[in-house]
């Protein structure tokens, strides 16, 4: 299995304040992802980084940031939580297999269940 | 921009079955797709992907997809299903050369009858 770890792994938390989940890998891989995960949307796209301090938004980027200050770390913070913002939280990390126009396999964390109330 | 269909929500079959869970995608140019596997209270497992070359493709856990251009599918099979199998499939397609940003289907979950 891939060294992905995420914390918290639970969390209940009111609305309005602010969150801030943590995906940590021990792989070195240089693009990292924060999908959210609700009841028939599948997973969807929330940011993503493709190495440190460079990140860009996903389909679904409201209401979220994120941060990468070192390669292992990749921090998604709700800056104010909203009951829509309950959900599971999937970090994902790839690499690129070295074929030409970099193809990657992403590996996939075990979540975070947020509940907002 | 690039989309997934599983038309199926749910299925059911009896072990020792087979089993086809349909996918379709939209995308513009030579897809990249995967098909992943997600136990309750699990992350998702990938059981096998395609990028490019031949068009069946094997994976873990004895799963195969078949990819048709002509169709838009991306098919995933296997001959003979165990209770183990039971669980939500997710079919994804990648973008150009950041495979990595893939786009999800809805989901189907199998339920393994004895």
């Known amino acids: 299995d891939a060294g992905i770890t995420q914390s918290p792994r639970h969390k209940v938390t009111e609305t309005g304040t602010p969150v801030t989940l943590r995906c940590h890998q021990t792989e070195n891989h240089r693009y990292m992802y924060w999908y959210r995960q609700d009841p028939g949307h599948g997973l969807r796209l929330i940011h993503y980084?493709?190495?440190?301090?460079?990140?860009d938004k996903g389909e679904v980027s409201d209401g979220y940031s994120v941060s990468r200050s070192k390669t292992e770390d990749f921090l998604l913070t709700l800056e104010s939580a909203t009951s829509s913002q309950t959900s599971v939280y999937f970090c994902?990390?790839?690499?690129?297999?070295?074929?030409?126009?970099?193809?990657?396999?992403?590996?996939f964390g075990p979540g975070t269940r947020l509940l907002v109330l | 921009a690039q989309s997934v269909t599983q038309p199926d929500i749910h299925i059911t079959v009896s072990e020792g079955a087979s089993l086809e869970l349909r996918c379709n995608y939209s995308?513009?140019?030579?897809?990249?797709l995967f098909w992943y596997v997600q136990s309750p209270g699990q992350g998702l497992q990938l059981l096998l992907k395609?990028?490019?070359?031949?068009?069946l493709v094997q994976g873990i856990k004895g799963f195969e997809a078949e990819f048709k251009r002509s169709q838009s599918s991306f098919n995933l099979r296997k001959p003979s299903v165990h209770w183990s199998d039971a669980a939500e499939y997710f079919c994804?397609?990648?973008?150009?050369?950041?495979?990595?940003?893939?786009?999800f289907g809805d989901g189907t979950t199998l339920t393994v009858k004895p």
């Open positions: 395609y990028f490019s070359g031949d068009t």
């Open positions: 980084s493709y190495g440190v301090k460079d990140t």
């Open positions: 995308y513009g140019a030579t897809p990249y």
């Open positions: 994902a990390i790839s690499e690129s297999l070295g074929l030409a126009g970099g193809v990657k396999t992403q590996y």
């Open positions: 994804a397609v990648g973008a150009g050369t950041n495979a990595g940003k893939s786009t």
